[in-house]
DNA sequence: TTGTACGCGTTATCAG
DNA sequence: CTGATAACGCGTACAA
């Protein structure tokens, strides 16, 4: 199957190449006969266009980039980006584009810019992350190169984005431990230099105070979205503040290791003490117990992020949007199910 | 920063475009001076190569593809999937490659073969899973696009392959099950359709054979790799064979699945029942109990496939090879420490 | 509606 | 060692 090129399609379908062109690209102006020639000898041949040559001359790859940090931490704990991915992958696959995969770490900052951005070799860029809008968004910027945020970046708020909403999604799993007749309930979220993290504290803080609850900022432990750092931040608040009988945790991946914790510590979940996380990542049904959590759409974030890339680079979408998605409570048992008031322990010292 | 090509380089730096082209591609026959010159103006003025011209005339894009499932349980399941990526794009980035993620189904075959395969547009193909290896490896063959695999594929095996050695890995594992007394010991290993999964149950009857411990098919189960597979496998068997004091769960996936139905059913782990599993997902240390398992290095996976992929399109690497990485047995909590015999309920039926 | 001719930015060839 | 010049394959004004 020796590769074939539009001069060999033109001259084999009697035309010439400018009406090859126009029928592969539908542009108008071709007679219904000489379109039929063309399609046929296309098939005949299985010719397909070089997309090399179809770069050069269009200057444009139709080809994305999505980057997402280098973290070993996070890449591994964060569960959900390959579903992520997909969705980037699905939405970009039914436009015809292609993506191509990037982590990036501060170390390989300048490496990557010459490297990956330097050679006109993406019509645009997801950013997964923070950590690395905050390394490249200036330079994208700069570049005038198409970005999407995937999350939030409060000092680039020129790039559009697309999040869930946070601050509703712990708004409502701290509500629902409030109803559950929780009043010492603690919270551990990621670091407070990603907005999500913040967004996410937010609404623990402002749950309880729409509930009449006293916040007490005791009870706020702040760590990595990781299951090592909810094991390790639960186990060392679990014998200071015993009389905490709910968390919050800002992932699923902390509220498993928060579990992990609370049970080497003989605490029984939900009896002693409930958890509630969030993402709702596929392994949440299947902690001991059965993770209550808030799920957001993953896979969606992914697609609209890519439709809004790519609107972007065609210009189809000119003004900036920054996109809040909603996210669900999921009851399963880590907080149990009935209401009514609890006791435990004492008062917050 | 506006787009400077090498002919202004060449301008500017008083050489014809050769002189820059051969300084660029770090040809020989270049005199100092002229390559002072231009590489000058190359800083001065930043230039970058255009890599869809450079690919036109190269016939080359420096570019490969990572092919996964879109099957979204093995997706979502395959918690591994990241850090194998990390492997693959940090080899490629030394080499400066880039590297193309697709996923892909049986549905979009057609579809994947036509928009992907065929534009002469990735230089090689790693595949992940033999899922994707039994729906594309003829078609690579015969466009003879260098393509490595992530795992086995029995039918195919002109094409090199990197793999953890799946038969010593669960062989390890049923033997520690062995050697802390248990007799009675299941199995829960994915499709057979996979070579993988083969692989891991020939390991486990060997195991025991090797113990002198009969083998029966009874307590092999077969499902995905899933906790939702391993979770509903272990709920019906409990109750079925209840004489069974260990299960070899072929993934970590699977196994925390497994655990969760234990903990449902009452069953204790280890004191009841044993669990161990296969590939030491990060999660594994913060099950309950921690997870004993067999590590199977990932990021050397994908890195050490990428490695081989490059020297198969760069020619330096002609003979095909079946490279199998070594396991290791990880001891954890979930089988318990102790050796010495063990009884519970009664025999096979 | 169709065809001609040129541009896109590099690399490779082959005289000098 | 250097520099024209010819591919590479496609898109697209512009002319017919």
Same mark, same amino acid.
């Given at each position: 199957?020796?590769?074939?090129?539009?001069?060999?399609?033109?001259?084999?379908?009697?035309?010439?190449?400018?009406?090859?062109?126009?029928?592969?690209?539908?542009?108008?102006?071709?007679?219904?006969?000489?379109?039929?020639?063309?399609?046929?000898?296309?098939?005949?041949?299985?010719?397909?266009?070089?997309?090399?040559?179809?770069?050069?001359?269009?200057?444009?790859?139709?080809?994305?980039?999505?980057?997402?940090?280098?973290?070993?931490?996070?890449?591994?704990?964060?569960?959900?980006?390959?579903?992520?991915?997909?969705?980037?992958?699905?939405?970009?696959?039914?436009?015809?584009?292609?993506?191509?995969?990037?982590?990036?770490?501060?170390?390989?900052?300048?490496?990557?810019?010459?490297?990956?951005?330097?050679?006109?070799?993406?019509?645009?860029?997801?950013?997964?992350?923070?950590?690395?809008?905050?390394?490249?968004?200036?330079?994208?910027?700069?570049?005038?190169?198409?970005?999407?945020?995937?999350?939030?970046?409060?000092?680039?708020?020129?790039?559009?984005?697309?999040?869930?909403?946070?601050?509703?999604?712990?708004?409502?799993?701290?509500?629902?431990?409030?109803?559950?007749?929780?009043?010492?309930?603690?919270?551990?979220?990621?670091?407070?230099?990603?907005?999500?993290?913040?967004?996410?504290?937010? =609404?623990?803080?402002? #749950? +309880?105070?729409?509930? $009449?609850?006293? !916040?007490?900022?005791?009870?706020?432990? *702040? @760590?990595?979205?990781?299951?090592?750092?909810?094991?390790?931040?639960?186990?060392?608040?679990?014998?200071?503040?015993?009389?905490?009988?709910?968390?919050?945790?800002?992932?699923?991946?902390?509220?498993? =290791?928060?579990?992990? #914790? +609370?049970?080497?510590? $003989?605490?029984? !979940?939900?009896?002693?003490?409930?958890? *509630? @996380?969030?993402?709702?990542?596929?392994?949440?049904?299947?902690?001991?117990?059965?993770?209550?959590?808030?799920?957001?759409?993953?896979?969606?974030?992914?697609?609209?992020?890519?439709?809004?890339?790519?609107?972007?680079?065609?210009?189809?979408?000119?003004?900036?949007?920054?996109?809040?998605?909603?996210?669900?409570? *999921?009851?399963?048992?880590?907080?149990?199910?009935?209401?009514?008031?609890?006791?435990?322990?004492?008062?917050?010292?």
């Amino acid at each position: 199957m020796s590769k074939i090129n539009i001069d060999q399609v033109a001259r084999y379908a009697f035309v010439s190449r400018s009406v090859v062109s126009r029928v592969l690209n539908n542009h108008p102006h071709v007679s219904d006969v000489a379109r039929e020639r063309v399609l046929n000898v296309i098939k005949k041949y299985n010719y397909q266009r070089n997309s090399a040559a179809r770069s050069l001359a269009a200057k444009n790859t139709r080809e994305i980039g999505i980057l997402s940090t280098r973290n070993p931490n996070d890449v591994m704990s964060n569960g959900f980006s390959t579903l992520l991915y997909l969705g980037v992958f699905e939405e970009c696959l039914a436009q015809r584009y292609s993506v191509r995969q990037m982590f990036i770490s501060t170390e390989m900052k300048e490496e990557f810019q010459k490297f990956i951005l330097n050679e006109h070799t993406l019509d645009g860029v997801i950013l997964f992350a923070e950590e690395v809008t905050d390394l490249l968004a200036e330079e994208l910027l700069f570049r005038e190169i198409p970005a999407v945020l995937i999350g939030h970046a409060p000092g680039f708020s020129s790039i559009s984005s697309v999040d869930v909403d946070n601050f509703a999604g712990s708004y409502s799993a701290v509500t629902h431990l409030v109803r559950l007749g929780h009043r010492n309930i603690g919270a551990m979220v990621g670091s407070q230099l990603l907005q999500e993290s913040q967004d996410r504290l937010a =609404g623990y803080r402002k #749950a +309880l105070v729409d509930a $009449g609850v006293p !916040v007490n900022e005791a009870y706020v432990s *702040v @760590g990595g979205y990781t299951q090592k750092s909810g094991h390790d931040k639960m186990l060392s608040r679990i014998k200071r503040q015993p009389e905490v009988t709910a968390w919050f945790c800002a992932s699923d991946t902390m509220a498993m =290791g928060a579990l992990s #914790a +609370l049970h080497k510590s $003989g605490q029984r !979940v939900p009896d002693d003490v409930a958890v *509630v @996380g969030f993402d709702d990542l596929s392994f949440a049904r299947y902690t001991i117990p059965p993770l209550t959590t808030i799920r957001q759409p993953i896979y969606q974030k992914g697609r609209y992020a890519a439709r809004m890339l790519i609107d972007l680079i065609n210009g189809k979408q000119t003004d900036i949007e920054h996109r809040n998605l909603k996210p669900d409570l *999921v009851v399963r048992e880590s907080c149990g199910h009935h209401s009514g008031m609890r006791h435990k322990g004492g008062h917050a010292p």
